[in-house]
């Protein structure tokens, strides 16, 4: 079997300022190093990021293999990524392949019947290996550097296709809309009052935010209800619920 030819994608799509997590370089802006701290503090299990001016555009992720362990890794990051909601793209790469996802798509779930490969083909925009040169001139035209930073992307006639896959509706902030209007409706056919279920919605929000900013930990947690971690741990329990 011939051995496939290997390729520094990031060099060959023009990606050198991409600013790498785990030592980034002391020029960056200060709002870079904000978002650099961020993801690696959250741990979204990406190698680098590339940015447009401040903002980041581009997460990459450096692989060995794409095996079941690595795709289910893929797959967690790019639930990480649509949480973070500021990145249309991931690009994970090895020597020989590079695979390129859509990160405004709704994750699928994560669970031990998953199909890993067949999931993540569906939010996949391109991809290609060292020796598809059609692809690799495709990729090069509608994801590189160039087309990234000067936007042509969003313009290239060749790019329409891919432009209607990047559905803003699928973003994490419309998908919590609807699924607050989802639970205000359920919690309605229950019975229960609307004002108290916005009561209760507001209320969980903010102690949902404080716990993701770091604000309530286990140790707060623990004070209300024995051996509790987290905000769900403790509406196990009503009385713990009433008293937080």
């Known amino acids: 079997m011939e051995t496939m030819k290997k390729l520094n994608f990031l060099e060959y799509l023009g ?3 991409t600013v790498n997590i785990q030592n980034p370089p002391d020029y960056i802006t200060d709002l870079q190093r904000d978002t650099v701290i961020f993801v690696k503090e959250k741990k979204f299990g990406i190698n680098g990021i590339y940015f447009c001016d401040d903002f980041p555009a581009v997460f990459t992720k450096q692989i060995n293999f794409f095996d079941n362990s690595t795709l289910k890794e893929i797959a967690e990051t790019h639930q990480n990524i649509w949480n973070f909601k500021k990145v249309f793209f991931l690009y994970v790469y ?4 590079i695979r390129i ?7 699928f779930p994560i669970t031990k ?3 890993y490969e067949k999931e993540l083909d569906k939010i996949e925009f391109s991809s290609a290996k060292t020796t598809d040169k059609q692809n690799l001139e495709y990729i090069n035209r509608i994801f590189s550097s160039i087309a990234i930073d000067t936007g042509i992307i969003w313009s290239l006639e060749e790019a329409h296709e891919l432009r209607k896959k990047i559905n803003l ?3 994490v902030n419309e998908y919590l809309v609807e699924s607050l209007l989802r639970l205000t409706h359920d919690l309605q056919d229950d019975g229960l009052d609307i004002k108290l279920i916005h009561k209760n919605i507001l209320r969980s929000l903010f102690l949902l935010y404080l716990e993701d900013r770091g604000a309530t930990d286990e140790t707060f947690y623990n004070k209300i209800m024995e051996g509790a971690k987290s905000y769900f741990d403790i509406l196990d329990d009503v009385d713990a619920t009433y008293a937080l």
């Open 15 to 17: 990606f050198e300022r």
């Open 94 to 97: 090895n020597d020989v392949e």
């Open 101 to 107: 996802y859509n990160c405004s798509e709704k994750p």
């Open 113 to 115: 019947e998953t199909n």
């Open 169 to 171: 509706k699928h973003r």
